[in-house]
């Protein structure tokens, strides 16, 4: 895209990042960012509704000094600006009701946008088992081959963050600011991180500052990003919940993780599983879940992305050869596996179509 266009879409994000509605009728009647400010401008007045002022400021706007000083900083950055009608586009996202008309993104893996995806979400003020359960979901979830979405917060979302890259695999961060913004300062070197080998994303544009009221518009890109959302640890009133709502309006699977009785930080995932939400206690618990979802996608990379070459000679696979199998607890026993490579190992094989779980829990070779 040549710097006009880049330009344009700046222009497009400054005036819309809060009226994401208004920028997608605009785009269904011209088709490109750039013909919204080309010609008559008075002819997509029907499109802002009653929001008079959102209009006068669309048909004055003027300020392309500003956006060129904008461009350069985001050059500066390493930042790159999708708009909704290009190419690069999340296609999980551009489904949604109200997608943002712009974002920007800095990181390495801009496949990672329209790769599986699964979000991992939960309280910022996470005990010490959420958050060991969060990163080892998702741990295992970016074993197999899932980027893993989550919103680089306090607590569980940077547990998660930090799981998906023990994993080696992508994990993506949707922000509630602008790019150029650290927040929470706390998690400046888990950005960096998660920029080598992932995505930080935002629809925000350039110096807008993390105000809560950000958050729980971000929370619709989480879901909106993902097959499905975990949600380990979340209070009755959590902007997790938000997610998970979004997540059930946008056709996404939702799942939460079962705490201890009583505590107030299970509350919410327990109200999730009682109102329907799969209850998942690993990341082969997601992976089941989600995998025949990749079916329903087919611009989705699917299983048989999983390049992987197995040692048909090791113990764990004489394990599962056997005719009844042997459960995870049986194999962690006998081959001294931490329990967490143990399910990662499961959930890839799973996936691979090489493997499958049996009634009891037991896991077996398929064909053995």
């Known amino acids: 895209m040549d710097q006009d266009g880049r330009i344009f879409l700046l222009a497009f994000q400054r005036l819309f990042f809060h009226h994401p509605i208004v920028a997608k009728r605009i785009l269904d009647l011209c088709g490109q960012t750039s013909a919204a400010f080309q010609g008559d401008r008075s002819r997509f007045r029907e499109c802002f509704g009653e929001s008079q002022g959102l209009y006068d400021l669309f048909i004055n706007m003027d300020r392309w000094g500003l956006f060129e000083r904008e461009l ?143 958050f729980p518009q971000r929370n619709r890109i989480i879901s909106g990003l993902a097959l499905a959302i975990v949600v380990v640890e979340a209070a009755e009133k959590s902007g997790s919940l938000i997610t998970a709502r979004f997540a059930l309006e946008q056709g996404r699977e939702v799942c939460a993780v079962p705490g201890l009785a009583g505590s107030s930080n299970a509350r919410g995932a327990h109200r999730l599983i009682r109102d329907g939400a799969a209850l998942v206690e690993c990341a082969e618990d ?60 499961l959930t890839e094989l799973s996936l691979a179509d090489i493997a499958c779980e049996l009634p009891g829990r037991r896991w077996r070779l398929k064909g053995a």
């Not at 050059?75 to 712009?102: N, S």
């Not at 979405?149 to 992508?170: C, E, Q, T, W």
């Not at 993506?172 to 920029?195: F, H, K, M, Q, T």
């Not at 040692?311 to 056997?322: E, H, I, K």
Request: charged content about 20%; some cysteine.
């Open 72 to 214: 350069a900083k985001i050059d500066e950055l390493g930042a790159r600006i999708i708009g909704l009608c290009d190419d690069d586009y999340p296609r999980m996202l551009r489904e949604i009701h109200d997608p943002p008309p712009v974002i920007v993104s800095v990181g390495s893996a801009l496949d990672a946008l329209n790769a599986p995806s699964v979000a991992v979400v939960g309280s910022r003020l996470a005990t010490r088992h959420g958050l060991d359960v969060a990163a080892e979901i998702a741990e295992g979830l970016a074993a197999a081959g899932f980027t893993v979405v989550s919103g680089m917060a306090y607590g569980i979302d940077a547990a998660a963050h930090r799981g998906a890259l023990s994993g080696n695999g992508p994990t993506v961060a949707v922000l509630g600011c602008g790019c150029d913004i650290a927040y929470p300062s706390s998690n400046e070197r888990l950005a960096r991180e998660v920029e080598r080998h992932g995505l930080r994303i935002t629809e925000f544009p350039l110096g807008e500052p993390p105000y809560q009221q950000n």
């Open 286 to 345: 997601v992976a089941r879940l989600v995998e025949p979802l990749l079916l329903t996608r087919p611009f989705l990379k699917t299983a048989g992305h999983l390049k992987i070459d197995w040692d048909m000679d090791s113990p764990l696979f004489r394990a599962l050869a056997s005719s009844g199998g042997a459960t995870v607890d049986e194999i962690v026993a006998k081959l001294r596996m931490p329990a967490s490579d143990v399910l990662k190992t």
